[in-house]
């Protein structure tokens, strides 16, 4: 998980009783913690990072993309230097099956963290699904006509 920020003192409470049960896999109860944490301030932009990693890890894509999106609406996509949150984000696209979003992600996150070898993979795979999906919905050519 990622170091804290300054927040609302109740809501960094939260925050970090969630991240106490996320670290203990019981995510549940960490999303629960999260959601007191943004219900006190809704800024808290780890809040909503963490929520959104816990409900991936439950395979509640659309609930983690909800999450990730605000994260994003706090912190300008193009401006976040955070490769985890943008690794994250990128698998929640890319297992909604949006490749084009998921590949923009991982470029994100590989111009932070050039040698971290699960991002380079994720970015790998989510082309490989761009390239499939582009050759699938691509008009016939001349060429596959003949």
């Known amino acids: 998980m990622i170091e804290h920020m300054l927040f609302d003192p109740e809501s960094e409470h939260h925050y970090r009783q969630g991240t106490e049960f996320f670290e203990e896999n019981l995510l549940w109860q960490a999303i629960q913690q ?3 944490a943004i219900t006190i ?3 808290h ?3 909503w990072l963490n929520m959104g990693v816990a409900y991936g890890k439950l395979g509640e894509l659309e609930d983690a993309k909800r999450c990730f999106d605000r994260a994003a609406e706090l912190n300008d996509v193009e401006q976040i230097d955070d490769e985890l949150l943008l690794d ?3 698998m929640v696209y890319l297992a ?3 490749a084009v979003k998921a590949v923009t992600f991982f470029r994100l996150a590989a111009a932070i963290d ?3 070898e699960q991002i380079q ?3 790998k795979l989510a082309l490989s699904k761009l390239d499939h999906a582009i050759k699938v919905t691509s008009p016939p050519t001349e060429k596959t006509l003949e």
């Open 34 to 36: 999260y959601q007191q």
């Open 41 to 43: 301030d809704p800024s």
């Open 45 to 47: 932009y780890l809040a």
């Open 88 to 90: 994250n984000m990128g």
């Open 96 to 98: 909604l099956g949006d």
């Open 114 to 116: 050039e040698d971290d």
């Open 121 to 123: 993979r994720n970015l």
